[in-house]
């Protein structure tokens, strides 16, 4: 729900560092072998083509894999165009799913891209990636710190979602845009899991493929694709009767991250926010706190002075940082505690 920016630069590096050549390096081993796990699964027609041609050089530039790379940086909108390309011209390297047995092809492909690169500590640092990119909450549910520690106890290790599922899609194993930073809850079992944020739904007249989107990748979310407001259910302020609505654009917010019922366990949050709009923050109020800045000599921290005014990070790049920010954000505007127009105009 909290947009995450697009990154090319970081993209391109992930391509870079280790995964072009470790990728390539399988492929190639793979074809020369004819299969993988010592031959129980064996290189047919389809993934022979496939194969040759995710390593097809760049003639005018050899050493370079456009097919692959393309695969491995692409934007979410790119790898909904490959998928509908790759269900239309390699048919096998779908066959198989949760409860059914793999086509050869799949499991080849999986073992290249995940077993092979994606799970291995040398090749894909998944502490790494997530400090890179430098979100501070699960970016599906707002509701989680993104974090890993280290100790002599053990570590705690970062969790990363494959947003088109690697048991579904394996070629996407490792590809940068489809790695979501994301909490153990949005992760874990009974949340998103192994669900397809893609249902596919019957082919056009002209036999193309239909699908209806149950989620946005957080890299494509507007700031208000979810929104979140609250409706009183009774005059007594407290209790059990305030109820959170949250706009979705698709079904697969509350189908699969289950946000609406996580969402009204918070409700104390929105509370606290509606007793202090009874207050109507007295215009000394806000001057006392712009005034203790101004008394240390240092100009006027927007983002701090809104921290202290609604107890959250409210503005719209600093959503990621702390859990139930949005909330916080949605529910201070419908209060009017804030105006939409004050804090667009912040920095
Ligand atoms: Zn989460």
């Not at 790119?78 to 048919?91: A, F, G, Q, S, T």
């Not at 959503?319 to 105006?339: E, F, G, M």
């Amino acid at each position: 729900m909290i947009n995450i920016p697009y990154n090319d630069t970081l993209a391109e590096n992930h391509w870079n560092s280790k995964i072009k050549d470790r990728l390539v390096y399988r492929i190639k081993k793979v074809l020369r072998q004819g299969g993988v796990n010592s031959g129980k699964y064996k290189v047919r027609t389809q993934c022979r083509i496939f194969l040759n041609y995710l390593i097809k050089e760049d003639p005018a530039k050899l050493g370079d894999y456009p097919n692959l790379k393309e695969l491995v940086i692409s934007h979410p909108n790119r790898l909904r165009e490959i998928i509908i390309e790759y269900k239309n011209d390699y048919p096998n390297l779908f066959i198989g799913s949760k409860n059914q047995t793999w086509s050869s092809f799949k499991r080849i492909i999986y073992n290249i891209f995940v077993d092979s690169c994606y799970e291995l500590d040398k090749f894909f640092s998944k502490d790494e990636f997530i400090s890179n990119i430098g979100i501070g909450t699960c970016s599906y549910c707002n509701r989680g710190y993104i974090y890993s520690v280290h100790s002599h106890s053990g570590d705690v290790k970062p969790q990363i979602d494959h947003f088109y599922p690697k048991s579904i899609y394996p070629f996407l194993g490792i590809s940068y845009y489809n790695l979501i930073p994301s909490c153990s809850v949005c992760n874990g079992f009974g949340a998103k899991e192994e669900n397809n944020p893609l249902n596919f739904i019957g082919k056009d007249a002209h036999g193309h493929l239909l699908y209806e989107e149950l989620l946005k990748s957080p890299y494509e979310l507007g700031l208000d694709d979810i929104k979140f407001t609250f409706k009183l259910l009774s005059p007594n302020l407290f209790g059990n009767f305030i109820k959170i609505n949250i706009e979705t654009p698709s079904k697969g917010y509350n189908r699969f991250l289950k946000l609406k019922q996580f969402y009204n366990g918070h409700t104390d949050h929105v509370e606290e926010l509606i007793f202090k709009s009874k207050i109507k923050y007295p215009k000394s109020y806000r001057s006392s706190i712009e005034n203790l800045f101004i008394a240390k000599g240092d100009p006027i921290n927007t983002s701090f002075f809104y921290r202290i005014l609604i107890n959250n990070y409210i503005l719209k790049d600093e959503l990621h940082k702390r859990p139930l920010s949005k909330l916080y954000r949605d529910i201070a505007l419908q209060l009017k505690l804030v105006t939409e127009k004050e804090i667009t105009e912040s920095r």
